[in-house]
Each structure stands twice: as structure tokens, then as C-alpha cells.
């Protein structure tokens, strides 16, 4: 589920060919196994919408088709079982060929995204509006929900993407306020795993807070895994997911007496297979100890020669610090063991 009140969900996008079908059904079940949610495909040839059925047999998540300038494409891709579909009405062509995807869609229950980037405006718009501007971007995507509409069609869901982060947010705040439909956020063409993530989790996370958007992908120029990981770190950030441990660590200053970085990294890396809805703390001295992460579930601060640990605020035991790490997870684990 996508709206309505349904939590928000984590897309990616392969990047394998999507007529190989054992490459697409392997990287999607990775992507799957990473905490993705849904899953879109691009579709550029008529072997890769006929590939959707066979990928279907093999995944257990939903499918979105990728469709651009084509029409027939997007309706293959219905009729071979894609999920959803994602179009820009604005390069599909006639009026009549939207119609065909939309009746197609109809038929089959299958919902539709109306995708918007700021790079593929309508000329008309670009004049009226002098460019790229929030108010260009919400009436291209308003004037595709009108046609489709138009022909009785309206499981909808919007995007107005943008690579400015701010573009982004203003767009998306305007369309918030013009519809009631489902959005997909993102900034797209965010750029290399490091300034993506902080693009994206700038635009996604400032919309996210203020309660718009239902569905996010974080684009990266890196494996589509990556991508997962940063949704869901962002979703973790606001509350708005709860999934595995999350780590709480402070930064490092004159007071600290442990070799903190490779501390919290290796207490990271433990943590990335656990389940448990948890939050470590990895603290660097007496100041920010027990006293300043009580609400972490469990950690460990650092002190001279030695360290603690403690759970909920308070003090369990003092631990030599080559051992400190090995002793907070058999803590943990003693913790669950005692339940």
C-alpha cells in the first residue's frame, strides 16, 4: 500500500538489463533482502517489458515498469504483469496513446506514476513559467492527472523530481497542497554515494518531516543496494521505520581517551546483521557516558585504560577495553537470553 495513512516504503531501481531474467531476479531478490520495498525496472525494448512475466515467477516483490516515449511498451509491460506503472505522459505522445495505458491499467488494476523531472518539461510550461520553477513543475504534473482523469483513470501516485535540492522541496510542498494523491519523492540525479545521501536526505527527510510523501527512492550513481540502505536510514532517522539496531555514537574532542573511530565502525558493522529494533550507544568519555545516551537500550563509553558499560542510563560493569566490544554484545545477548 502507498497513501493513505500506510507507512512509507522504500523503492530502488535495477540496473541489470531487464531481458536478462536471471540477472533482474537476482539483483531484485538482493534488493529485496536489503529492506527495498518495491522495485522498478527500465523498460526500453519490447524484450524487456516481455521479460517482466518470467522476473514475476521468481521475486516476491512489487514491480514497477519504467516507461518513456513509447506507449505499447507500458501496455506489454501491464499485460506481463508489472505492478505499476511509471510514465511521463508528457513524452508518450497523443492523447490516444495515454488512453491505451490507461485502459490497459484499468482493466487490470494496476496503478500509475506520474512522473515529472525538472529536465523534461513541456515547452509550453518552460515559456509560461521562464524555466524550471515549483509552479512549473506542479502544472505538468497536474495537467497529466487531468488526462488521466479525463479517461476515467485515477489510482494515481506523483513525483516532481528535481537534481536542486530546494527546487525539490518547493515543488513538492506546492503539490502537497494541490492534491491529495500519493507521492513519490526523491531527488533525482543526486549524484555519487556521498553528496546523493546528503542531497537526498536533505529534500526527502525536510519533506518527510513536515508529513509529506509516501514513497521515497534515494538515487544514487552506486549499487541499488546502497540506495536501500540510505531509504531506510532516513525513514530510521525520522521515526518513521523501525528496523534493525540503530547507532548512537558521539564525536570525538580533547576529552576522548579511546581510539574511538574504529570502536563505533566495528560496533556498526556487528550491528548490521541484528534484527532487534535496538539502540547502542558508543560514547567516547565520562561526559557523554551513560549520563547523555540513556536512552540508548545499551552502550559503552570509553575511559582511561578501561571502559563501562550500561544499559538504559545505567552503570552494569567496568571492562577492559580490548575486551569492551566482545562484552556490550554478550550484554545484549544476555539481555535476551534472560527474556
Known sequence: MIGGGAPVTVQSMTNTKTSDVAATAAQTRRLAAAGCDIVRFAVPDMAAAHAIEAIKKEVSVPIVADIHFDYR???????????KIRINPGNIGAEENVRAVTDICRQKGIPIRIGVNGGSLERDILARFGGVTPEALLESAMRHVRLLNRFDFDDICISVKSSEVALTIDSYRLLSQATDYPLHLGVTEAGTEYMGIIKSSVGIGALLAEGIGDTIRVSLTALPEREVKA???????????????DLISC?????????????????????????????????????????????????????????????????????????????????????????
Do not use: Q
Not at 511498451?73 to 505492478?83: C, H, T, Y
Not at 565520562?286 to 537500550?297: F, Q, S, Y
Open 73 to 83: 511498451l507500458a501496455v506489454a509491460a501491464a499485460e506481463a504483469g508489472a505492478d
Open 231 to 245: 531509504g531506510i536510514a532516513i525513514l530510521k532517522a525520522l521515526g518513521l521505520r523501525e528496523s534493525g539496531a
Open 251 to 339: 564525536p570525538t574532542c580533547g576529552r576522548t581517551k579511546i581510539d574511538l573511530i574504529p570502536i563505533a565502525e566495528e560496533v556498526e558493522k556487528r550491528l548490521a546483521g541484528m534484527d532487534r529494533p535496538i539502540t547502542v550507544a558508543v560514547m567516547g568519555c565520562a561526559v557523554n557516558g551513560p549520563g547523555e545516551a540513556r536512552r540508548a537500550d545499551f552502550g559503552i563509553a570509553g575511559g582511561d585504560g578501561e571502559g563501562v558499560l550500561f544499559r538504559r542510563g545505567e552503570i552494569v560493569r567496568k571492562v577492559p577495553m580490548a575486551a569492551l566490544v566482545d562484552e556490550l554484545f554478550k550484554l545484549i545477548g544476555e539481555s535476551y537470553s534472560e527474556k
